[in-house]
């Protein structure tokens, strides 16, 4: 049985080189922490002006909290989503896609944030 220690000390954040040829290169995604999904979830379910879901670059969002340099710190920041969300779909989706396995992240899992975003748009008031 492991104890307390063993686990807090494991390894357990998993990367790996994803060839991005639309880039000129390759990028290093890493899994995301139990936090980092956390994160992720509830910025994809962000409320905006108007009482709206905002889950635009719901993809964008994943490869920016998982895009690492060869040090481990991050490619990206939060406010890059827009600038990344006007790079190429199919670079934006191999890294997601990455992104979601080594994370655990099922497609039902991000069907359920999709889900639970437009559940609480049919909620909202059609009045301004």
Known sequence: ??????????????VEVVPVPEWGGEVRVRTLTGAERDEWEVECTRRRAGDRVDIRGVMARLVVRSAMDEEGRPLFTVADVDALNRKSARAIGRLFKVAQRLS????????????NSESDLSDASGSD
Request: aromatic share 0%; no cysteine; glycine share 4%.
């Open 1 to 14: 049985m492991l104890n307390r220690d063993q686990i807090l000390q494991t390894q357990d954040l998993p």
């Open 104 to 115: 655990g992240l099922t497609d039902e899992d991000v069907q359920v944030v999709a889900k």
